[in-house]
């Protein structure tokens, strides 16, 4: 990723990589708390479930409008949702209302898939077709950029009230210790970032979490799902508040992300000489953390291998669980930023389609494993066909 934010914001200095990627020699911890401000706090989460819920809808209608033809592959319905609500996260704006912006973030999406796993010297900008694509794609995203960054200064200017995305938070605000303010090139690396980590990672953590539930052995944990989303909000939208209160539903999206981990890795660089089982690891090493082995030790989970939501229902287990035993999102002072709304945008999907439809596998996958693959997040490397049956 270093070189595409080398190609989106060339005057950027050379430390400036994103929040992922920043070290903490390149300010990485100013960028971390500003980013905290922006996004973890309740009321940010608040501030863009009314646009989640708006898009679930649409979800849920445009999958009742194909589910008179068969079963589904959903995720590309789900890939769109995602996108949809992490682009007005982000930079306030719809997708529909921005094409050209909308079409230059899908390439960067694609391309990071393929190319995710290639090391910097195998990227060839000028031979490869999909990197040349890139390229031309990234000065849109940038103009567009500068454009709504030149636009909020103005307002800023006239006293006018700001709209409320990422952007425009990070890019307003002073850090508590320096009084200082961001450079608009890391305004747009930043929410790049933020852009990059939310659109597949939760659009993959939703196609496991419905691939689940609708297998025949797991129709009475659907039926109780129902029943919980039925109970907590009846016919109404799911709120920030109100979903911390539905402990079924947190499970099954913490179930998922344990088999399912949406980022496969978690990476660090050793700030210390280190010996671990005989393995000398030199200070500066960069140190790749696996986390579905993690994920699945049984002596953190009573069932390893099996979908089991059960596992994160008994607060007392829980609390009594090794904190580093579940590391979808990262821990510590690394973790993703955007986990709290990545999940809260997970549940409101969720809510919305079990709500609305019983689901079921495609009657060809039923006893069948799904094939994945690990890239820039796990994926489904094969349909991942559900019939949605609308209820009544």
């Not at 200095?13 to 401000?37: C, F, Q, Y």
């Not at 960069?286 to 291998?305: C, G, K, Q």
Request: aromatic share 8%; with cysteine.
């Amino acid at each position: 990723m270093q070189q595409v934010y080398r190609r989106l914001a060339p005057n950027a200095p050379e430390t400036s990589h994103g929040i992922a990627m920043r070290t903490v020699d390149g300010g990485w911890e100013k960028h971390r708390r500003l980013a905290n401000r922006a996004l973890l706090p309740p009321k940010a989460v608040n501030a863009f479930t009314d646009d989640m819920n708006a898009y679930a809808k649409v979800l849920v209608n445009g999958l009742a409008s194909e589910s008179t033809k068969g079963a589904i592959d959903i995720r590309k319905p789900l890939n769109d949702y995602t996108f949809s609500v992490i682009l007005k996260i982000a930079f306030g704006t719809r997708g529909e209302s921005v094409p050209e912006i909308a079409d230059a973030v899908r390439t960067l999406f694609n391309v990071a898939r393929t190319h995710f796993l290639l090391p910097s010297a195998a990227l060839d900008w000028e031979k490869d077709p999909l990197l040349r694509d890139l390229h031309e794609k990234l000065q849109s995203i940038r103009r567009f950029s500068m454009d709504m960054l030149k636009e909020r200064r103005e307002m800023m200017k006239r006293c006018e009230v700001l709209p409320r995305d990422f952007a425009t938070a990070i890019f307003t605000a002073r850090d508590e210790k320096d009084g200082e303010m961001l450079m608009e090139e890391d305004v747009l690396t930043d929410s790049i970032d933020i852009m990059a980590a939310g659109t597949d990672t939760t659009a993959s953590l939703l196609t496991f979490a419905l691939y689940e539930l609708a297998k025949p052995e797991n129709k009475m944990l659907q039926m109780q799902l129902y029943k919980e989303i039925t109970d907590t909000i009846a016919t109404a939208d799911l709120q920030y508040d109100t979903s911390g209160s539905m402990r079924l539903m947190t499970a099954v999206l913490k179930e998922t992300a344990r088999l399912y981990p949406p980022a496969p890795i978690n990476g660090r660089a050793a700030t210390e000489d280190f010996e671990f089982h005989g393995v000398h690891i030199p200070r500066g090493a960069s140190v790749v953390i696996l986390n579905e082995p993690i994920h699945r030790n049984s002596a953190h989970y009573a069932h390893p291998n099996m979908y089991f939501p059960y596992h994160f229902i008994d607060q007392n287990i829980n609390k009594a669980r090794h904190p580093f035993a579940w590391i979808p999102f990262g821990a510590g002072g690394r973790s993703c930023v955007g986990q709290r709304i990545s999940m809260m945008e997970a549940k409101v999907a969720l809510a919305h389609l079990i709500r609305a439809f019983e689901i079921e596998l495609a009657s060809h996958r039923n006893g069948r494993k799904l094939e994945t693959e690990a890239g820039f997040t796990i994926a489904a490397v094969e349909p991942v066909e559900i019939v949605f049956k609308a209820r009544k």
